[in-house]
């Protein structure tokens, strides 16, 4: 049965360790640097114009978006990452939570979105390094594909591959502003909610 995307609750922002979910439901991560777009990212697969909060402050809030897919699955929106003018108890707040997000959480898609334009950051690496110690499926999405030029997207694409070490992983160019790559990324989280729970 087809995932009703349009069907989607936020559940709950969770702040701390004892406050994230651990129950059946499959769970999709989606995680990213500050301002890369995770926000529009769901928001454009949900056909949502304004759900996920698409941020004014980024960065300000480390917290763990819970939202539900027609009842059978989260979709985990992680909080951004590298966003400079971060307090530093914010930072230390921030990896206390991921780490111990990453080490306790099952999950059946990994969606790690990066930068189109630009070549991914030291916090990127990080993270992506994270996705591949839980060996979850993961998909790349290089999102703001609408600002890079259709001569200089193969060359991007290839940075990112390399940068982040990903061998086969796929990666999709995205567009959450037009939409291009939605397609791609929607079959891929109905299979991974079709496969069922996060572990
Ligand atoms: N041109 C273009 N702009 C985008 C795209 N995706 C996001 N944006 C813009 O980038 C800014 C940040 O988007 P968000 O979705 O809030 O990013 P985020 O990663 O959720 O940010 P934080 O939650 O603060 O970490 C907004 O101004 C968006 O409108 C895209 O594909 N193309
Ligand atoms: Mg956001």
Redo the contacts with the bound molecule.
Sequence with gaps: MALKLQNAEFIKSAASPDALIYDDLPRIVFS?????????????VLGRSNF??????????VHVNYFKIDGRAYFI?L???G?ASVSRSEKARWSALMEYFFENTAFSLGVM?VD?RHKPTADDVTMAAWFRDTASPVVVIA?????VKNSALEGNIETIRETLGLGATEIIP?????G?GKTRLISLLEEAVRGGAGA
């Excluded at 990213?32 to 454009?44: E, F, L, M, P, Q």
């Excluded at 996920?52 to 809030?61: E, I, L, N, W, Y």
């Design positions: 990213g640097k500050s301002n890369v777009g995770k926000s529009s990212v769901i928001n454009r996920a909060r698409v941020g004014s402050r980024p960065g300000k809030t929106d909080p951004g990452y966003y979105i189109c999102n703001k594909r609408d600002k995205f567009s959450a502003e037009t291009e």
